[in-house]
């Protein structure tokens, strides 16, 4: 049900990534992208560091979401660091995929040379806050109406959690 993505599998990841913008919850995109504007951020990914997760349905194999490891701000002092980025197609929203991915991202976290996960989510998005916490996030930081989303101002909340 968990896997590595694969190339094929980024018309999927993406139509699950515009699905969240018109809820105006998950991303600061305020229109969709396409498979070619997402590609060279595919190619970032590597499994065996840096993994893109994604889960299938175990009865069709259709994709039903996707949990992204990148690499914080870029310098070797933060190597040990990731984002976590989680997107869950919408009628499989609060089916638990959210925290299987999580909690794989979670275990495979010390194979993967990580000691700490970041999250960066609306706090608005109680959904997603939600999540974090039920996996031992703590919130680090808020950035007060950073975002602007339909004329209104919007806090990110930085969660953290140490392994």
Sequence with gaps: ?????????????????????????ATADLTPVNVNDRATWFAEFDPA????????SPDDGLIQGW?????????????ETVEVGVYIHPVAQRCGIGRKLLD?????????????????????NAPSVGLFRSAGFDTWGELPRVAKLDG??????ILGRSL
């Excluded at 949990?67 to 190597?79: E, K, Q």
């Excluded at 993967?112 to 609306?122: P, R």
């Excluded at 209104?152 to 909340?157: F, G, K, T």
């Design 104 to 124: 794989r991202a979670i275990s495979d976290a010390p194979r993967l040379h990580i000691s700490t996960l970041l999250a960066f989510t609306f706090a608005h």
């Design 49 to 56: 560091r840096r993994p893109l997760l994604i889960y299938a």
């Design 152 to 157: 209104i101002a919007r806090d990110l909340l």
């Design 67 to 79: 949990l992204s490891l990148r690499s914080f701000y870029g310098r070797p002092a933060y190597s």
């Design 1 to 25: 049900m968990i896997r590595d993505a694969v190339a094929a599998d980024l018309p999927a990841i993406v139509a699950i990534y515009n699905a969240s913008i018109p809820g105006r919850m």
